[in-house]
Nanobody
């Protein structure tokens, strides 16, 4: 199965930006819909964004719509999450995953999780 490794997290000030990357190996990356989810301490793992295998379709959680952009480069086996206008409530571990069930957007629709990358937004 595909293996995923996230990178690009860090500490930023409120209003700042970060770009997360998810590098994939194994499997057939271009055939997979991909997504980003996040989990704050003591909270459930929440959906953030997803992108179809071709990149033609995207979907975002209301909490990040207009601020975050998901994209992919199948030639580089990489999916990205550009995060702008960051808020303290965006602080979480961000995970990349394969979107196995396109009909759903809960965590149960995803699998082959990466290990996550920490994003901390200071006020």
């Amino acid at each position: 199965q595909v293996q995923l490794v996230e990178s690009g997290g860090g500490l930023v000030q409120a209003g700042g930006s970060l770009r997360l990357s998810c590098a994939a190996s194994g499997g057939t990356f271009s055939y997979y819909a991909m997504g980003w989810l996040r989990q704050a301490p003591g909270k459930e793992r929440d959906f953030v964004a997803t992108i179809s295998w071709s990149g033609a379709s995207t979907y975002y959680a209301d909490s990040v719509k207009g601020r975050f952009t998901i994209s992919r480069d199948n030639a580089k086996n990489t999916v990205y999450l550009e995060m702008n206008s960051l808020k303290p409530e965006d602080t979480a571990v961000y995970y990349c995953a394969v979107h196995y069930d396109w009909g759903g957007h809960s965590a149960a629709a995803f699998g082959s999780w990466g290990q996550g990358t920490q994003v901390t937004v200071s006020s």
